[in-house]
């Protein structure tokens, strides 16, 4: 650099400066894999440019609309914890929902099960449903799933069990009545 201060502060700010990515996309809705390693490449860079996270989430969600799973789980995360775009549950629930079906994302699979526990971007709470999913990531090798859906079949198991023996003690009265005569 030259001996000039304003030179030497040019020379700093280009020196210093990251270039852009030099794969660029395809084009949206034109190649769904591209766009999901577009997104992926923004959301490794995005400690350098916080700005980077909202462009991988709306190539993240391109790529999910697509057809891409892996990009529905990356989109489902962002949307869930508000990084580089509004937090929106109901959009990640959506989204962890595709992954889980499509792909056979075991942690797609766990956090939409934990969402529908908790009735998280959804009407209302169906633990019946993350029972659902707890076990198909459970079987997939995510022991805290299998657990969680252990606890909550316990659950509905004791639930119908109490409910049986008023129907057996009912049903025990009424044939009492028929068999007697007096």
């Not at 440019?49 to 990009?71: C, L, N, Q, S, W």
């Not at 099960?113 to 169906?126: L, T, V």
């Amino acid at each position: 650099p030259g001996t000039n201060v304003d030179e030497f502060q040019e020379y700093v700010k280009t020196a210093t400066t990251v270039p852009e990515p030099i794969m660029k996309p395809v084009g949206e809705g034109k190649n769904p894999n591209t766009m999901y390693r577009f997104g992926m490449m923004l959301k490794r860079n995005a400690s350098i440019d916080k700005k980077k996270m909202i462009e991988a989430a709306r190539y993240f969600k391109g790529a999910a609309d697509g057809g891409v799973a892996e990009a529905a789980y990356e989109y489902a995360m962002q949307a869930a914890k508000g990084i580089g775009i509004p937090q929106d549950l109901s959009d990640a629930n959506t989204y962890f929902k595709i992954a889980a079906d499509k792909g056979n994302i075991v942690d797609a699979m766990y956090e939409f099960a934990e969402m529908a526990k908790n009735g998280d971007g959804m009407e209302k709470a169906d633990e019946k449903l993350a029972c659902q999913y707890y076990k198909k990531a459970g079987l997939s090798g995510n022991a805290e799933a299998m657990h969680k859906a252990s606890l909550l079949e316990s659950k509905f198991l004791q639930e119908q069990t109490q409910t049986q023996p008023q129907k057996t003690h009912q049903k025990r009265k009424n044939d009492s009545q028929f068999r007697y005569t007096p």
